[in-house]
Nanobody, 123 residues
Framework: VQLQASGGGLVQPGGSLRLSCAASGFGLNSYAMGWFRQTPGKEREFAAATGWNSGSTNYADSVKGRFTISRDNAKNTVYLQMNSLKPVDTAVYYC?????????????????WGQGTLVTVSS
């Protein structure tokens, strides 16, 4: 069972990035998927999530209107489209899976985690 996050990098303020999280060893169609982020010295912070049946999405206030979470169950992949990026969005981004979850904001509810991908927003 593995989640592989990718797509991070260096982007200028106002720019966009799309993160991907590919699952292997299990199907994502029965899992809520979440994206969390973490900066040094701080706890992991919720960013976005989608329920297992894709009928619900949940966003942190800090990213609402700028980030969009989506999933492609056929490709066993979840995405995080990030637009209008700001320097405060700089962090390591982690994807996570929660069996039959509804898109919780709590990291403790997620059973599986990817390794993280670094997003740096800087001019």
């Amino acid at each position: 069972v593995q989640l592989q996050a990718s797509g991070g990098g260096l982007v200028q303020p106002g720019g966009s990035l799309r993160l991907s999280c590919a699952a292997s060893g299990f199907g994502l169609n029965s899992y809520a998927m979440g994206w969390f982020r973490q900066t040094p010295g701080k706890e992991r912070e919720f960013a976005a999530a989608t329920g297992w049946n894709s009928g619900s999405t949940n966003y942190a206030d800090s990213v609402k209107g700028r980030f969009t979470i989506s999933r492609d169950n056929a490709k066993n992949t979840v995405y995080l489209q990030m637009n209008s990026l700001k320097p405060v969005d700089t962090a390591v981004y982690y994807c996570a899976a929660d069996f039959l979850g509804t898109g919780s904001v709590s990291a403790h509810d997620y059973e599986f985690w990817g390794q993280g991908t670094l997003v740096t927003v800087s001019s």
